[in-house]
C-alpha cells in the first residue's frame, strides 16, 4: 500500500484517465479496474473513490446514468464533453509533473 | 451472480443503521456492497459469509469520508447561520449592557447545537409490553437461573403469558429476525448509528429482515423459545455495541 499523501492528488486524473479509455464505469468496476491493473499494489478504497466521483461530477467533469440490476440501482460514470476535453491535459500535466520531479529523482524506470 | 432481492434488503438494512448517508450516496454504496458479496460468492463463499465478511470489512471511518464530502458544505452553512444569529443578539443587548452581553450571545450559539445532536439520535423509549407485567430479572450481574454461573444480563425479563403482543420500542428498521441459539426466536431493530434493541425467546416473529418499523408497532409475540425456563420477554437495549440498562430507556 502506499500512502494516502502520495495517492491524493492524482485520484483525480486517475478516473478521468480510466473513464477516457474504458468508457462508462460504476464505482467497484472502477476499483477492481485498478486492482487488476496494479497487480493489487494500489487499493482504491470507497472512502478515496466515491468524494472524488461526486466531486468530478459536481464540477460537470463527468456525468452520471443509473440501470436497475437486480433489487438495487446502479450508477454508471462517464466523461462529459468538457470532460473529454480535459481528459488529456490532465495526463499531460500528470506526466509533466512526473518528469520533471524524476530530474530531482533520477529513478531509474524500467 | 446477482443477489436476490432479500439478500439486497439485508445489505440495505446493515447500510441504514448509518442515518448520515443520504439516499443517493447509500442507493450507491449498496450496489458496491453487493458486488463485493457477489464477488466473495463467485470465489465460493455463502452469501452469509461473504455479507460478514463485507461487514468487518467496511468500517464506519469509511462512511464518515464519503458522507463527510457532500455534509461538509451542508455543516458550514449552518454553522454560519447560527453564528450569524448569534451576531445579532450581540448588536441587540451591547448598547445597553455592555461588557456582559457578550457572554449572553455565547449561550444562545451552543444551545441550538446542542439541541440539534440530541434530536439527532433519539434513544428508544416506547415500552415493548402493553401491560405493566412483572420484572423478573434486571439488568446487571447475577447468578445465571440455569448454567448456575455469575453473569451480566444484558437486558431485563418480564414475565408475561404466551402470545402477548411485543412492540418495537422506537422507530427503526429489522437487522435481524429469526432463531438466534440461546436468544431463540429473536428479533434486532437498528433505530439509528447508536441504538439497537433486541427481543429474544419469541413465539412468533411477524416481521422480516430489512423492514421499516414504527415506534409502538406489533412485531412478535411472548414465547418460550431458546434457552429460557418459562415463557417470558427478554429486551436489550445496545447502545454503540454494548448492552446498556434497559430501565433507562423505559417510560
Known amino acids: 500500500m502506499y500512502s494516502t499523501e502520495l495517492f491524493k492528488g492524482t485520484l483525480k486524473t486517475l478516473v478521468l484517465h480510466l473513464l477516457q479509455a474504458e468508457g462508462r464505469m460504476y464505482g467497484y468496476q472502477i476499483t477492481q479496474r485498478v486492482r487488476a491493473l496494479t497487480d493489487g499494489e494500489l487499493e482504491l478504497t470507497e472512502g478515496a473513490l466515491y468524494p472524488t466521483l461526486h466531486k468530478l461530477e459536481k464540477a460537470g467533469l463527468i456525468i452520471s446514468e443509473k440501470e436497475k440490476v437486480g433489487g438495487r440501482v446502479r450508477k454508471y460514470y462517464l466523461l462529459s464533453d468538457i470532460g473529454t476535453a480535459s481528459a488529456t491535459d490532465y495526463v499531460d500535466e500528470f506526466r509533466d509533473f512526473v518528469l520533471t520531479m524524476n530530474r530531482i529523482f533520477k529513478l531509474k524506470l524500467d | ?251
Open chain 2, 1 to 251: 451472480m446477482i443477489l436476490d432481492t432479500d439478500q439486497t434488503r439485508q445489505v440495505d438494512a446493515f447500510l441504514r443503521q448509518y442515518r448520515k448517508l443520504k439516499t443517493p450516496q447509500r442507493n450507491e454504496l449498496l450496489d458496491h456492497l453487493c458486488c463485493d458479496i457477489e464477488h466473495a460468492m463467485g470465489e465460493g463463499r455463502s452469501f452469509e459469509e461473504a455479507f460478514i465478511r463485507c461487514r468487518e470489512r467496511w468500517n464506519e471511518s469509511e462512511v464518515k469520508k464519503i458522507h463527510s464530502s457532500t455534509q461538509k458544505r451542508f455543516t458550514m452553512v449552518k454553522l454560519i447561520g447560527i453564528l450569524l444569529i448569534g451576531m445579532s443578539t450581540i448588536t441587540f443587548f451591547s448598547p445597553s449592557i455592555g461588557t456582559t452581553a457578550e457572554e449572553l450571545p455565547d449561550k444562545t450559539i451552543a444551545n441550538p447545537v446542542i439541541a440539534e445532536l440530541a434530536d439527532a439520535s433519539e434513544p428508544p423509549s416506547f415500552c415493548p409490553l402493553t401491560a405493566n407485567f412483572e420484572l423478573t430479572s434486571e439488568y446487571g450481574n447475577r447468578i445465571h437461573p440455569i448454567s448456575k454461573k455469575e453473569v451480566l444480563h444484558r437486558g431485563v425479563d418480564w414475565k408475561a403469558p404466551l402470545g402477548t403482543p411485543v412492540l418495537a420500542s422506537g422507530n427503526g428498521i429489522v437487522l435481524e429476525a429469526g432463531a438466534k441459539d440461546k436468544y431463540g426466536n429473536c428479533i434486532i431493530i437498528l433505530h439509528d448509528e447508536i441504538y439497537q434493541t433486541l427481543y429474544a425467546h419469541l413465539e412468533s416473529i411477524d416481521v422480516a429482515v430489512g423492514e421499516q418499523i414504527a415506534g409502538g408497532q406489533q412485531i412478535g409475540s411472548v414465547g418460550n423459545s431458546g434457552l429460557s425456563l418459562g415463557t417470558h420477554l427478554h429486551y436489550e437495549v445496545i447502545k454503540n455495541g454494548v448492552p446498556v440498562n434497559p430501565a433507562d430507556y423505559l417510560p
